[in-house]
């Protein structure tokens, strides 16, 4: 009787582990009512450390705060000189040109599943789940976001199913890059006629309408030929430390 009753209970068991795991109509409901309580989790303890900030560390913080926006001010008013520069340069080209990007900071609420640490559910305002956006730390490429069961789900750099157009070496060679659930990425379908050495420098593209082109992704540790292309093994740079905050860009130009 009782082993009767362990294989009913282990069977069922198994049956609802299962239409959870596979069924994404029982998994969506679950999913957002799971992801509601930890961004209003993340919301609160936001809000206390803010309020323990503002009463306990005050001084500390405008000194800080002070230091920061000094820093700022000098580089907008270089990046203004450079603005004021292309503007007229366009001008005098009498270019239509214009830049559209949209960049919006983003917050994690928590991993997809544990022991993955590649996969991240994360709150954005106002969600397409129809594009695929670049998700950047500090100027550096830090992966892609995708729709997974109607949320944004942050596949990030060493992630399998995590690809982009990169450009490889001084010459502008080139590939896709993609994760392999290892530290290193991967930058296929690099044109053989390009010379590849090792520590060149890869950046993103922006050909693939996700990035836009010159972020930091990594250098080349080796290079393979096979079947008329090149494949190189890249050491990124963003080495997923900090999964907290990102920047996600919306458009590029």
Known sequence: MNKELFSFLFVTIALL?????????IQ??????????KVNFHNTTQYID????RYFFQADEITHLKAKLQHYENNHLVMQELASEISDLYKAQDSNFTVTTNVVLVRTISYQKFGNFNRLWIDIPEYNNSKIYGLTYKELV????????????????????CA???????????????????????????????TIKKGDE??????????????????????TSSQGYQNAIIEPYYKNSEPNYFHMIRSVK
Do not use: C, R, W
């Open 202 to 223: 890869v950046i993103s593209s922006g050909m693939d309408n996700i990035f836009m082109k010159g972020l930091k992704v990594g250098k080349v540790l080796s290079v």
């Open 17 to 25: 582990v299962g239409a959870f795991y596979y069924s994404t109509t």
């Open 142 to 161: 830090a992966g892609i976001v995708i729709n997974k069961n109607g949320k944004p789900l942050a596949l990030l750099n060493q992630d399998i199913k």
């Open 28 to 37: 969506s409901p679950i999913i957002s009512s799971l992801n509601f309580l």
């Open 164 to 194: 982009y157009a990169v450009y490889v070496g001084e010459q502008n060679a080139p590939g896709i890059a993609h994760g392999n659930n290892d530290n290193n990425l991967i930058v296929n379908f690099i044109p053989a006629f390009f």
């Open 50 to 53: 803010n309020t323990l900030d």
